[in-house]
């Protein structure tokens, strides 16, 4: 079976780190990106050093969707929204998006 390529933008918080982590041990998933702004140039095991299986893994700042066949959503509130138009048009056809946020699932999060 062909593994999916991932890619999760916010991946240095809470939320991202548990993602990572049940993504490394997914059958079918093969994180190929990780950004975060905050962390970025990094290696992810200093966000997340539980996740040996990342090691070779760097945070960027910017995460290109090129390439990828489902991109995660993990960042703070109101960032996914911001975020997502200018990911979309960089991505190729098909690419499934999964926003972890509460940004298009409620009008006011508060």
């Known amino acids: ?17 548990e ?17 975060s702004r905050s962390h970025a140039g990094k ?9 040996r299986a990342l090691a070779g893994l760097t945070f960027q700042e910017e995460l290109d969707p090129a390439g990828l066949d489902v991109l995660f959503l993990a960042g703070g ?3 996914a929204m911001e975020r997502l138009p200018a990911l979309l048009n960089k991505a190729g056809k098909g690419l499934k998006v999964v926003d ?11």
């Open 77 to 79: 509130h109101g960032e």
């Open 43 to 51: 290696p992810v095991t200093a966000a997340h050093p539980h996740l």
């Open 100 to 110: 972890l946020s509460a940004d298009f699932r409620l009008k006011d999060a508060a």
């Open 19 to 35: 993602l990572l982590r049940l993504l490394s041990a997914h059958p079918a998933a093969s994180v190929s990106a990780v950004a």
């Open 1 to 17: 079976m062909k593994k999916a390529r991932v890619g999760v933008w916010g991946g240095a918080g809470y939320t991202g780190g």
